[in-house]
Structures are given as C-alpha cells and as structure tokens.
C-alpha cells in the first residue's frame, strides 16, 4: 500500500506522508508495530 501510494502521486503533495500514515494504520490494525523514518546527524 504504501508503495503503491507513493509511485502513484495521487495528489499534488504530500504522498510520502499520506502513504506513511495509510501504511501505519493497517500495521496497527494488525498488531505489526509501525514505520518510522529518523533524521541521522
């Protein structure tokens, strides 16, 4: 799904963060944890 999204450019702006959002609520539904992306120094 977030793959999906984020090749698709289904909106103007902002598809990484919708993608990383959709692809985060069905981890949660399913007990998976979530995706995070960290800023290294």
Do not use: H, P, S
């Not at 793959?3 to 069905?26: E, H, P, S, T, Y």
């Amino acid at each position: 799904m977030m793959l999906w999204i984020m090749r698709r450019q289904m909106f103007i702006d902002g598809n990484k963060r919708v993608a990383m959002l959709m692809a985060n609520k069905i981890m949660i539904d399913y007990g998976c944890g979530i995706i995070t992306i960290a800023k290294e120094n």
